[in-house]
């Protein structure tokens, strides 16, 4: 039986990892209105859209794979608090900017800022509740971003659409990524041991004498990269144009920037429903038939007039990231508990990656065929990360307790 103040330890865990999710998904959304409002303003086209998101996503996918492994050495809350420093810092500097080049150093400061959460704080968590409810922590945690993309994002359109400058509310976002990190730096102040530091006291045991990433499943573990990474591709490609699609359509700019609100607010939901749909019918089937309503919702926002387009978009976000509830639930199936952070450094890092792909392609293709060829490419690539999916075997039970 747990003390209750261990159950308090557990709380002050999952509290300051969802608040680490709110901020930095917060964040890294806002940039999907943030970039219409840039390319209008600075005349960016849509290929330097797609490149420098591209660019931001790029340093994040390839730190998120080191943070697995600094995690272990220097703990969660050193890395925790670092990145929130380091976005605060970006949308700080993003207020002072004037220039493309300025835009694309930002966005890297960012990048760089984002990519030390996910893999600490999930791996935190799961440590927290490796006994019992570790689904159930994961999933707030999860929901805990969606709360923060819908909030900064939508703050951000409303900001913009009464006549706020855009510089005063990048200024705004960068001193609430500096607070939280303050507040992570406090609340965690006896913040959990690095693996590391666990492992040479004793309080870690390392079962069977794991070594090296600690994946159980090679094949499953490769082909359910293979399925984030297109999944991922889709969703970022989704969100960075959903904006300009919508200004294609002739709409203003202080409405076109709701597109991406729309399309989260359907994304919160989505990861509860998704969830569910996975638990009754497998998350094989339930991915496969996230991945084709994904493809027809994209072709339909496409083809719609503006306002069923909208009305479309909180459905397509309820399928377009409700999917990640069902991809990013299984990493601990394949991962060896005192694996985790590497593990879901892996993950994150192929999601960050694929971030580059999808705006980027969008981009290259609605500069040369406009921005709804760009989106219907998506609907493709949506339907082929139905594929590698089948290849998964996930088993009944954890392989390793």
């Not at 490149?51 to 794979?65: A, H, M, N, P, T």
């Not at 600690?214 to 490769?222: A, C, M, Q, V």
């Not at 892996?346 to 760009?374: C, M, R």
Request: glycine content about 12%; some cysteine.
């Amino acid at each position: 039986m747990r003390s209750p103040k261990a159950d308090n330890r557990r709380s002050v865990y999952l509290l300051t990892g969802c608040l680490a999710h709110a901020v930095q998904d917060g964040l890294t959304a806002a940039v999907y209105v943030l970039l219409p409002v840039l390319a209008q303003s600075l005349g960016l086209n849509l290929s330097e859209v797609g490149l420098y998101k591209g660019l931001k996503s790029f340093v994040q996918g390839l730190l998120e794979i080191v943070s697995g492994i600094a995690s272990e050495r220097f703990g969660d809350r050193a890395l925790l608090v670092f990145g929130l420093a380091l976005s605060g810092m970006g949308y700080l500097l993003f207020s002072q900017t004037d220039s493309g080049i300025g835009v694309l150093l930002c966005l890297v400061v960012v990048g760089v800022g984002t990519a030390f959460q996910h893999s600490p704080a999930s791996a935190m968590i799961s440590r927290a509740y490796a006994e019992k409810g570790r689904r159930g922590a994961l999933g707030l945690y999860n929901s805990a971003g969606d709360a923060g993309k819908l909030a900064f994002a939508s703050g951000f359109s409303l900001a913009v659409g009464a006549g706020l400058a855009w510089h005063t509310v990048t200024f705004a976002y960068g001193l609430a990524g500096l607070l939280a990190g303050v507040a992570i730096l406090v609340a965690l102040r006896t913040s959990p041991l690095s693996w590391a530091t666990r492992r040479r006291s004793g309080t870690v045991t390392v079962a069977g004498g794991v070594k090296g990433w600690g994946i159980l499943d090679r094949s499953s573990f490769t082909a359910l990269l293979a399925v984030v990474f297109l999944d991922s591709m889709v969703q970022a490609g989704a969100l960075t144009f959903a904006a300009f699609l919508m200004l294609a359509k002739g709409e203003p700019l202080a409405i076109a920037t709701f597109a991406a609100t729309a399309i989260l607010v359907g994304g919160m939901l989505g990861k509860a429903f998704c969830g569910f749909l996975a638990d009754r019918i497998g998350p094989r089937r339930a991915f496969a038939l996230v991945q084709v309503l994904t493809a027809v919702l994209l072709v339909a926002v496409v083809m719609a007039p503006s306002l069923l387009a909208y009305l479309l978009m909180p459905l397509l976000g309820v399928v377009l990231q409700g999917s990640t509830s069902i991809t990013y639930g299984m990493v601990n199936d394949f991962v060896h508990p005192d694996r985790a952070a590497r593990g879901f450094a892996l993950i994150y890092g192929g999601s960050g990656f694929s971030t580059v792909v999808g705006p980027l392609t969008v981009g290259v293709v609605g500069d040369a065929y406009g921005v709804a060829i760009g989106i219907l490419v998506l609907a493709v690539v949506s339907l082929l990360a139905i594929a590698p999916c089948w290849w998964l075997r996930v088993p009944a039970k954890p392989l390793v307790r």
